[in-house]
């Protein structure tokens, strides 16, 4: 979507048009799986493992980082290292993010990133989770969430940057932004894309009270788009890919930058701000201490 927003400064809306049918990824072709002529590509990284299907132009992202697929440094680099990649892999129309861990599709940010580590490492960090953030938020691909367990904070966020959730039916499973609960404040961008996601009232009850939705209660308020059991997560998601991929890509990637610009753009003209706020919030000894309080109640829990 980059390169649409910025060849649509260079050539106007028709030129742009004319630059994407010619190199035209266009939705019919490929939609339909043609399982005798199917060719994989597979790659794996410690943390990720990516196989994309050249047949139908569709990938599935699985986060292989246990115990939670939380969001390191080094998860974040092999994400958006593995996403790049894959945006300029034109045979690469759709992605679906998945986990191979039970119960867990992502706990959000690592805690021990922000606990205990200095101004630079923080700042370095921040930049990671921006970046994962404007990465996917932007993607041209078609993007689908197919969220197999809790998605607490950032990997709410996560799920919210695709273009479409799909949720086991599990009432042991939650998600949502529930950073006000652990002594944090979700920063604008977060609160951003929850906006668009579920609206303003919404975003506000739930940013405010920290709340994590059970599956159900995630689909009331529209924060998923659909329930189905949990063995039919992925099919369901790669079923409801072709639909996305059936759209000419060009129109579906210009609709998309249409809704996510403004958004995108207000992060991009306050990125380093952003990151100075972020380090200067999370390094004070009161929100340290919230942080520590919070990792001490996860371990307890366990005991
Ligand atoms: N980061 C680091 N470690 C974690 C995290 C995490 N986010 N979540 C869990 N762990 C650890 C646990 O401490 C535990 O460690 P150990 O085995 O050493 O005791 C291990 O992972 C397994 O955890 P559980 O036993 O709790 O696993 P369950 O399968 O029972 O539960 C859950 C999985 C539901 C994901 C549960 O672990 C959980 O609720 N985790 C906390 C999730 C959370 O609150 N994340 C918030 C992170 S903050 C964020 O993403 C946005 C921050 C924005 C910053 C803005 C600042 C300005």
């Not at 045979?91 to 998945?98: A, D």
């Amino acid at each position: 979507m980059a390169n649409v927003l910025r060849n649509s400064a260079k050539f106007g809306f028709s030129g742009v048009l004319s630059q994407l049918s010619n190199h035209s990824r266009h939705g019919r072709e490929c939609v339909s799986p043609c399982f005798s002529l199917q060719q994989r590509n597979s790659s794996t990284s410690p943390k990720i493992k990516v196989d994309l299907d050249n047949s139908t132009g569709v990938a599935v992202l699985r986060m292989q980082s246990p115990p939670v697929n939380s969001l390191s440094l080094d998860f974040l680099t092999e994400f958006c290292i593995n996403l790049e990649k894959l945006e300029m892999d034109k045979s690469c129309r759709g992605l679906i993010i998945t986990s191979t861990l039970s119960k867990v599709f992502s706990a959000g940010l690592d805690i021990m990133e922000m606990y205990g580590k200095s101004p630079e490492r923080c700042g370095e960090f921040w930049k990671a989770v921006q970046e994962m953030w404007l990465k996917l938020y932007g993607s041209n691909m078609a993007t689908i969430a197919a969220i197999n367990g809790s998605s607490p904070a950032g990997g709410c966020l996560m799920s919210i940057g695709c273009d479409y959730r799909i949720m086991a039916d599990n009432p042991r499973y939650s998600i949502g932004l529930n950073e006000t609960q652990l002594g944090i404040v979700a920063p604008f961008w977060f609160k951003d894309t929850l906006v668009n996601t579920v609206g303003n009232r919404a975003a506000e009850l739930s940013l405010e009270l920290g709340l994590l939705y059970s599956a159900p209660d995630a689909l009331k308020i529209g924060l998923v788009d659909q329930l189905v059991p949990e063995d039919q997560v992925l099919s369901t998601a790669q079923d409801t890919m072709s639909k996305w991929l059936a759209v000419p890509d060009h129109a579906r990637q210009i609709t998309k930058s249409m809704m996510r610009k403004q958004t995108i753009d207000k992060l991009l003209s306050n990125r380093e701000a952003d990151i100075t706020n972020f380090v200067s919030f999370i390094t004070k000894d009161s929100i340290q201490r919230s942080l520590r309080m919070y990792l001490e109640m996860l371990k307890s829990r366990k005991a």
